[in-house]
Structure formats: structure tokens, C-alpha cells
């Protein structure tokens, strides 16, 4: 019998006035959909992003494996400070971030009223969605050469393949957010004589909203993987042509400079949404 | 009296291309201006079909319903809907939810800004009369349950329904909270002249409530029984424990037991009791 | 403005000293140069007609002009001299030795091409290796890291090969002269358009041409730079690449019985193009040559 | 008033025995939500599919556009013809299958086991889900040096490129479909003494099965997009192989051809998994 | 009478990191073997959670929780748990769903052939006994909300539970379904002589079930009152209608109102009986 605890929690029963602070008992940390407190998880989180890099470090100094083929961290921090000071990683960064966020916008652009309409009416859905269903599984790359004949070679071509890349899954995604609306909403507008404009506009839209900003998140990381399949395209400058040439030269270092720098970016990005995300929809973190 | 809701010889046949499901068959049943009536019955009945049908969000598929002697074709802004569950916007503050229908274009037509104020004011009322002043601006997801479906209901009492009409609006509510809503509905029964439609499980409910209580009955959904509750208009919650409630009550609940078409769960009980009794 | 596209070959690479030695300007050229990073993409840019002109050679011309796209080469940049080569590791001496090995390379590109013409040339036939596709640069990688017995790429890997010591040429371009020419291929309309623009390109090669010759440290320098290569290594391509002055030029757009101009290696380069069903139908090879340009800078 | 209507029911009421065919009333086409009839969607769908065909055949044929850029709608069939008979389409069309498939049973293959550990144990999910974030942003494309020199040129190079592709995104997602079991069905088999591995195999994993599939339904058109980059390297057939091939020498009707039947099967893979889903969940699909 | 489960100075306190909650404090209580015990109170008054603690489902923060004298560590065979929602396995048959627990390791320990035989013959036995005969290949999706719930129960006491735990079993269902359910529950714990303990919000449901009624209070979450119920072992439909009945149901709906933390409601009901009373 824990005595202590005993003691404790009758010594205040008679007052209940003063609660003691909780003893916490054995802590299982192997449990199914167990808790994990703030800082635990902080730490977990930061020993999983740590721990891959350590077991890179130790693999390329082990000397297991050709330096050319396995660059170390500090070869790459190196070359990232490198790429900084010498070669305009700002400017490469700074197009990269340009192209990516100008072909997603415009893949939201055309695909937000589109998955509305698919979502609200069922003609519409029936019409597009396995037409949609089709195209999604087309690969990008393969548009490359119609895309330089349609649109170009300009900026312009770049952003389209990040378009290509993204519009298809993301119209079916938004779709699917917006049926998810409960229908009880949309009804309770209609019986307070809400037009069908209305319904769209201030309930279908309005309800969805968390959860298409969900998609838009995901979505974001879909674009930055077109990234490099875009800056083939006549492209002198940007991150993903920064790699493109690496791979030219086996530059490996270079390589996984590119590669981590995009992941890193895809971070932030990722973060700034979720924070957008906890601040416009309070109302879903509330207990 | 007037009559306000005239259902005649209601159908309704849902059709999923192989199976059709008889919800309501050859439904006659007037219902008078400022007139409570509550409909019970087994599970399956009809009972949300036969609302949603004059609320027009369902269509009939065999004779009309007319409200104030005009067929009623779509939802209308003179019948006012509040359901079970998840119809507040939880974007929306409380008083936002309130005012909701006056962001709609048919709320906005040719209104004079004495009307306006006229609205806001009933708004205003609307929220005190609900006891919700301190949350107005919260967000539905920080009240109770109980808080929630009051908002639901001033939200569909703004624009003046002549009509509400209510499935359900307390069953996901606990007892004691039940109780509260019951003479808050009436009292704004009372105060609105509306009439009013409600349905509900809980006969003991539709009884306290119903100035009608009309008995459903499944496949096909059609009225069983009707009964005229044969209590005061003005109730009070000691009239539950009256020995013509409690008749009443036994009453419908047999009849429900019998017009159920849940056979097993009937038989069981008379398996039970045979046990029972013997053992 | 025109613009002409350009991708990795130290022979095109050099238009970039052209610009910044501002001999665009010099001879009144409205010129945009417009990198890729795959070859592959600009010559289908220059077809679909978003160039004016591009950097592309005899074997990849040839397949837009037998699809009736309006392409004239008007001026020959480069012969490959050494810059590409077959590739091998240490215990391959001689072609024998190559029977039933792998061999890295681009498909259908030069590389290919100088394949066939070597195997050819030693009495043997793709037939008797086994080529797998790789773009250039991945097929060094291949290489390198003993996935192949064999490569064949063109420089910077040709060099980079070489100093690893992992491999050593056995058969470089320079056997073959005139038959890779590395051109400057421009769209029709664009030449009756742009006339002066192009006619000023020209000239300006001629000058850059005369640069390399005279200050090659300078321009490795600026070539380079531009793909972001230490300088000394790049010196060494400038020797594996022939570049072409005014005489060069004029002898190149020269008649098809001298087997070292453009349509004297033509029909060689046909043979393999329509021998793997790239090509499809015949092509008039002298209508997609347009000398004019280089005899009328020469007349003056 | 609708008189024949209500002469129909009212002659039904007295016996109440035959219900007369459900008279059709007005029915609004263009609603929120509204309700299709199978044969209704299926026309819809079919429209949708030969509107675009037909809007294409159009612009083909209207002369407005080069044939080489923009082939008409029978060149490419003559062209699919012409490769069926003597360009040995079924190999292509085989070898490709035989990639997606492998590259996507193999991150099945670990994706399943890995997400059902993130979806079940927090520290788990806290370990790796930040950091399989950081890396769903990174192109594919760019892993192909990398790939090549560690995997080597052959098959499995191009079974890796489409499992770098699909892996990380099918995690995730995965993860997500097993955190939405309903927690007390978890705890309902605790109360019965279930042990962790039990709940995990007898519970967590069948409650899961059919979201899982679903996502394997998705995750497998991300895995056919990756397929014309993973015949970028040391393939010398394949559907992708033949678009890039086609790429090269500007053979439009073939470019076309080729993404067409990767259309045509992704949505034939698609109608199969959604079948496979009726059949083994009916209870999701019955009323 | 021998003492089945000890609740000894329990407290429990759920934090996120900044806020706490004090869901029970200083909670005692003796609940002798064969014992039906309900629990009542206003929402969020921790009933759930104590039922969970018994259960070994959450750990208690103090105090400790003793069944047959020895301290809950976690969920045991001992102890089946019945929810409100979702816990059947849709993807099994009835069947299924109650012999899935002799599917667990822990159950086919050290078990001879005729055990296996004795549990089949069980599961028939319980399938008969909750009148699901006909349904036995049936899926869960294809039944009522009341059979659904007795497939629960049934699976719950498939391995012979000592103690049955339930929150809110009936609470999805509707009136008259639950009728059939509680002397459904009152039965089979007549015969399999378990010890219950019943979490509902029903207060008439508490005292037709309950031995005694526990009554808890929020806010922290604790014991009130605890009501003995003046009612003979066996019951039946009519004794609701009895004057103790009524007098004990009226009695703890008072006091739930009184300790219930919501005010908004009760001065609502208050302001409405002011309002309605001169008027
Ligand atoms: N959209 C629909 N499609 C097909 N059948 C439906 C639909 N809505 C209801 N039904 C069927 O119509 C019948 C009546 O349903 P309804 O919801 O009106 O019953 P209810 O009396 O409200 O039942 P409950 O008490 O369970 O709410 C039921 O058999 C139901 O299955
Ligand atoms: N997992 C949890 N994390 C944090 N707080 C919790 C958790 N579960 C319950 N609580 C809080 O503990 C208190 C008691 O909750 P509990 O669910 O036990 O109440 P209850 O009496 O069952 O209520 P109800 O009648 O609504 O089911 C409440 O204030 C609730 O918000
Ligand atoms: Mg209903
Ligand atoms: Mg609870």
C-alpha cells in the first residue's frame, strides 16, 4: 500500500481545501495512445531529427564508404556556407521559394471552386471526378516538352509543372473536405432561407475552412517535390537547378546541401501553416 | 381555430435504385395555428421524415403539405427548423450564431433601418430570454450542451417563424438539463405564438409538452393514435407525477410497444417475464 | 532580342565568354543566352519554336528536320576533338576485351553514336556489348562507382574519369574528326527575322574563338564560373574541343564530297538515326544548312 | 393542387395494401447535395470523360495548332496501334507495371508497420513524425545520383526511385488512419485482457484495414507519377522509358500515347481497389 | 456481506501541462460482491472517470482502488467495462464479437478441451439469453441500437467477469428499447450474481437498477450522497410508478440540481417560474 500517498490525500480530506500536487505513479511510457507531456515530446522530436544526422556522421566518417559518394555533415554544412557566401544561396533559395509558392497559389487558385463545386453538386462530381480520378495519375515529368510548347520557357513553364503536379490531387482533396461539411449546417441555413450562393459562401466554405488549410499544408509538400523536375525547364538559378548541376559533377555534397535546405524550408512552411491553423481555428484545440 | 399546417394523404418513398423504404404513408393530420403538437413513436417511424417534409427539406412523393393553404415546395423562412446536433457554426460567436439569418439576402430585402434596429433589439432579447447575456461572445465548442441548444433555438427564432419545428432538440441532453429546456420552450411558446412541432423518444416528454400527441407507427410510417394530452395549458413540472399523465403515459408506451415493429426486443421482455415470474 | 538556347559542352559554354567579353554588343547582337540543365529539353524548346536558336548537334537536328520543322544551321561552333570518349576501367586494353560488358551512355546521343562508330571501326557491333541508358553525367556516377564496365561521356567527366584513376579512354572523338560538329541551329522564321542579330553572332564567335586561342587561362575562367567548376580543371576541355574559325566554318557548310562538312557526315549519322527507328522518312540535308550567314560575314 | 396525385393515394388509403409507383416530382438538378440515380452518374461520368477527347479532337483537328505539337486524337491511337504491334507495348506497359507494383508493395511493406507504430505509440509518433515532415519535402528526382550509386543501375534502382516517392507521404498517412480507430474499441479488448500485441493485430490494425486500403488506393497513383523519373536511370523499356525516348525526338503523339496508358491504367488499378473495398467491407457500404 | 471493491481516499487530476482538473477528490467507498450500484450526478462530476479507475483504463493520481484486496494496476480479466458508442467490432459477426475474448492469449492459458467446450457452450447460452439467436451471423452495422448493445454486454460477460462496469449503456437509446434493457440487465445479474456498477444520467434509470444510489458532485468531482434504495431485490415496470419511487427520484433530481455547477440553467429555471408565476 503507498502510504505515503494515503497520508497525503487524507491529511486534506478534512480541510479539502489545499490539493497536493499529483504523485505521479509509475509512468508507462509503452503504452497504447499513451500521453506524452510538452517537454517529452519536444525532446523526442528533437533526438529524432538529431539522431538520423549522428548515424550520417558516422557512417561517412567510418570510412565505409567513398567520401565522393557519402559527403560528411561538415562537408555539407561546408559547401552550404559555401553556396551562402560565394554562389547566392539567397538568390537560389529566394526564385526556388518564388516558383513553388506562385504554382501552388495558383493550383489553390483553380482548385478551390472547382473541389467546392465537385463537393457540393453531385452532377458536378459525377462529371469531373473520374475524369479527375484519370489525370491524377499522370507523371509530371512527361508534360515537360508539351509544357515548353504551350507555355514556354519562361518563369511561366516552372510554375506550370508545379501546377501540374499539385492541382489534380489537390481538387480531389479539397472535394473531399467540403463533403465532409455536416449536412445538419447546411440545412439549418436553408431553413433560415439561405440561398444556394448563400449555403456556398457563408456555411460550406466557412465550415471547410480548417480542414482546406489542412490541405493546403499537404499539398505544399507535394509542390516542393515537383521542385527539381521544374527548374529543368530552362532554369539558371534556384535550388533545384543548383542540384541538377551538382548531379552533373557528382557534386554529392552539393546534392544533399539542396536536399536538405529543401526539406528544411518544407519545415518552416509546414509550422507556419499549423500555426496559422491553431490561431484561426481556435475552437478545434479547445478541449 | 386557424389551421396553419394542412398534411394530406403524405407519402414518401426513399429509393436507393434497388430498395425503396416506405417512410410515410397516407399521412392526414391538420395541426392549428399556435397549436404544440409532439410526435413519438418506434424507431424508424417517420417521425424526422414527416418534419423534414414540412420544413421542405425532403420532398413528398405522394400528396401535399400546405402552410397557410399554399403548397410548400422548399425550406421557407416562416418555418423554422432546430435539430439534434452539430447545426451551430462553430466559427461563429454566440451572438453571431443569433444573428445569423440576418447576413441572408431574403432578411435584408426592402427592411427599413427602424427595422433593423427592431432586429438587433430582438436579438437582444432573444439572448437575455435564454439566459445567455454573459456568452455572447463565446464560441459554441465552450458551452454545455443544454447552452448550445438555446442558442440553436433563439438562432431559429430570429426572423419570426410562424412555424418551428424541432427533432429531437434534447436528446443528446442530460435529465436535469431536459427539465430546464422543457419550461423554457414553453414559456417561449407562450410568448411567441408560434406552433410548434416536436419531436422526440420521450413520452414523458411529448406529454409534458404536447398539447397533441401523435403516435407513429412504422412500415410503412403512417399515424397510429392520436391523443389530446388532458392537462392544462400552463403545465408544470409536479403535473408529471398526476395520475392522468401517468396514465397517458402508460398508455402511449404500450401502444408504441405494440406498434414497434422491433419484435425481438418485445419478445425478449415477455421471455424475461415468463422467466421471472416463475423462477 | 533572340534567344538561343545552350546546354553543357564546353564548346557552347563558350558563347558565355562571348557575352561577358561583350562581344554581343561589339557586333550590334540582341542575344539572350538561355541555360538547360537537360540537353534534351532545349532541343525540344527550339522545335517547339519558344527558341530562336540553339546549341545542338548534327545527330539531334536531324530528327526535327524530317519532321518538316524549319531548322538551318548556321554555324558550326565545334568539332569534338577528345571531348567525348568511351571510357574504361584498368583491365580493359584493348575493343576484344569490351565483348559482353556493360557500357554506360545517353541513349541516341553522341555518345551512342561514337559507340557504334568505334565498334564499327574495330570490326564489332552493339551487338556485342551491352549498353545501358544513363544521362551523361549519372552514367560517370555509374562508372565511378563500378556499377559499369564502361562509359562513354563526354568532358567534364571524360576528365574527371581520368583523374580518379579509375579509368582511362580507349576511344576518343578525336578519331573521328568532323563527325560530331556542335552546331548553332536556328529556327527559320527567326533568321529572316533576327538576320542581323544572328549574322552579329557570328562575328562575335569568331572573336571568342580568336580569345580561347590566345588567352585560354582567362577563359576557362569565365567558362568555368559558369558551371561552377575550378578553372584549372576546366583548361583541359578546351584542348578536347576543336573550335571552328572562319575557315573552319566556310569549309564545314562546304560541298557533301568533302567527307569532314556537315553534309558529307550527314548521311553516316542518318543511317544510325533511321537503323533505331529515331528518325523516321528521308531529309533533304542541305536544306537545313544555311552557309549564307557565314559567307556573307565573310565577304566583308 | 396535384389532383391526380392525390386521387392515386386516396384511392390507395382504404385498402392500403399496393403502393403505387412513386410519382417523380420536379427534381431540381442543380442541388446542394442533391441525389443521382446510378445511370444518372454514370452518364455524367462518361460525359465527363469524352467531353475532354472531343474538346481535344476539336482543337486537333480546327488546324489552330502544329500536328507535331498538338496530335489529334487518332494519331495517337494509330499510334498506340503502330506500338502495340511493333514496338512491343504489352513489354513496356509490363516492366513499367512490374516497377510500380514492386516500388509499391516495398513501401507498403514498411510503411504499414512503421505508421501503425507512430499511429499507436506517442513516443514513437513524437521520434519520427517531425522528421519524416522534413523529409515528404524533398524531390525525388534529386535522389537519383544517390540512388544510383547506392543502389546500383539495375531493376531495384528504379524500384527505389518510386519507393522514395511514395514511402514517406504513405507513412503519414498511414499514421493518421490508425490514430483514428475509435479508442473505445481499444480499450473494450483492454478490459477483456488483451495484451499490447494482441490489440495491435486483433484490433488496431483490422479497425483500421479498410482506411488503410484507401490510402493504398492513393498513395498508389503518387506511385505511377514517379514512374517516367525512375526510367530516367539505366532503363531501356518501359512506358516512361518510351515518353522519354518519344521527349527526345519531339514524337508528340507518342508522348501522348504513353501518358494516356498510364491514364488508363492507374484508372483501372483505381476501379480494382475501390472493388476490392466493397467486397471486403460491405458493412461501409451498407445503409 | 463481503466487500468486492475498495475506493480509498481517491483522487484523480488530469493536466495538460498548463491547467489542471480535478476530476475526483478524496472519493471512499465499499461496494460489497453482488452489490448493483448506480451513479448519478450533473455533468462532468467524474463518474466516467471513477468508473474508468475501477476499470484500470486511467490511473489514479492518489488514494488507491482495491478489488478483492488487491490494488488496480491497470485493466484485468476481473473487470468488464460496457461503453455507450462504438465499441462492438464492425468487422465481425455477432458471433464473433462475443467470443472475441477467446481469442486473447490470456484466455486460452492453461485451459483443457472441456473448458473450450463449456465457453462455447456459454457463448450459445448468452446468445440465446439476450435473444440474438437469429442474428448470430449477422454484422453489427445490420442491427438496432438495442441489440447492439446487448451483443456488448454479452461479450463483456463472456469470460466470467466478476465485476461489470458500465457507463451509460442506454444512453443512444430510446425509451422504450431501455425499458426492455433494464430488466434485460436486472436478469442477468440475478443470475450471474456479478457486482455492477452502472454510470447513468437518468436518475429514474439509477434507482430502478440501484441498490444504492451514489450521487456525485463536480468541482471537483466527489461523493455527495449516497442513497439506499427502498425498493424489494426484485423489480418491476410498476414500481416506478410507487410513492417512494417518486419521492427518491424527486428527492436526488433536487439535490443533482443543487450541486450541479450549472447555474446558468438553474437560475434560468428559476427566472422562468418567476417570470411565469405572476404573469
Ligand atoms: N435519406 C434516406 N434514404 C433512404 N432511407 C431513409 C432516408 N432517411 C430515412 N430513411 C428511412 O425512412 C424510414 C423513416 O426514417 P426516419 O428518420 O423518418 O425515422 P424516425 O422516426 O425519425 O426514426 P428515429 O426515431 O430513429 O429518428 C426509416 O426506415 C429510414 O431508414
Ligand atoms: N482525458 C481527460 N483529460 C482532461 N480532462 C478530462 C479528461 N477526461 C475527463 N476530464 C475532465 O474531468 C472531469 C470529469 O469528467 P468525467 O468524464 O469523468 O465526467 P462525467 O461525470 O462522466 O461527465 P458526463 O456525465 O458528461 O459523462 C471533467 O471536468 C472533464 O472535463
Ligand atoms: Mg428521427
Ligand atoms: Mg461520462
New interface residues.
Partial sequence: MPTTERSLSKSTMPSAAVMPVAVQRKRRFWTIRGRLSRKEYLVLAALGMVLPFVGWWWLASSGLMDKVFMPSPLDVITRIHRWFMEDNLMGDASISIYRVTAGFILSAMFALPLGLMIGTYRPVQAMLEPLLDFIRYMPAVAFIPLVMIWVGIDEGSKIAIIFIGTFFQMVLMVAEDVRRVPLAQIEAAQTMGARRGEIVSLVILQSAKPALLDTLRITMGWAWTYLVVAELVAANSGLGYAILKAQRFLQTDKIFAGIILIGLIGLVTDQLFRLVHRKSFPWLYRK | MQTKIQI??A?K?Y???KH?V?AL??VNLDIAANEFVTLVG??GCGKSTLLRCI???E??????IRVDGR?VSG???N???V?Q???L???LTVMENIK??R?????REGITSSDVETASGRADALLSL???N??ALA????L????QQRV?IA??LL?KPDIL?LDEPFGAL????R??MH??IL?IFNLEKTTNVFVT????EAIYLGQRVVLMAPR?GRIDTIYEVPLPA?RDQDMK?SPEF?RLKKEI?QR??ET?G?R??????D???R??EPG | EIKVGLSDWPGWVAWYVAEQQGYFKKYGADVKLVWFANYTDSISALSAGQLDANSQTWSDTLAPLAKGIPLKVVLVNDNSAGNDALMVGPNIKRFADLKGKTIALEEFSVSHFLLVTALHKNGMSLKDVKVVNLAAGDAAAAFLSGRVDAAVVWNPWVNKIQISGKGHALFTSKEIPGLIPDLLVAQEKSLVAHRKDFIGMIKAWYDTEKFIREQPGVAAKIMAKVVSMPPEEYRVFLSGTKFFDQNGNLQAFGPASDPTSLLGVAPTIAKFLLENKLMEGKVDYAKGLDGSLVKEVARR
Same sequence: chains 1, 4.
Fill in positions: 394530406e394523404a407519402g418513398i429509393t436507393d435504385g425503396n416506405e404513408r397516407a418506434a424507431s420544413g421542405g427539406l420532398e413528398l412523393s405522394l400528396g401535399e403548397p425550406p421557407g423562412v418555418r423554422a427548423m435539430f446536433h452539430y447545426s457554426y462553430p466559427w445569423f439569418s447576413r441572408l439576402k431574403v432578411h435564454m439566459g445567455l454573459h456568452a464560441y459554441p465548442d465552450q454545455s450542451g443544454g447552452m440553436a438562432r431559429a426572423p419545428l442530460d435529465a436535469q438539463t427539465e430546464v419550461d423554457l414559456h423518444h420521450d413520452v414523458e410503412p400552463e407525477l401517468i408506451l408504441i410497444r414497434s422491433m425481438t426486443d418485445k419478445d425478449m421482455l421471455r424475461l417475464t422467466q421471472t
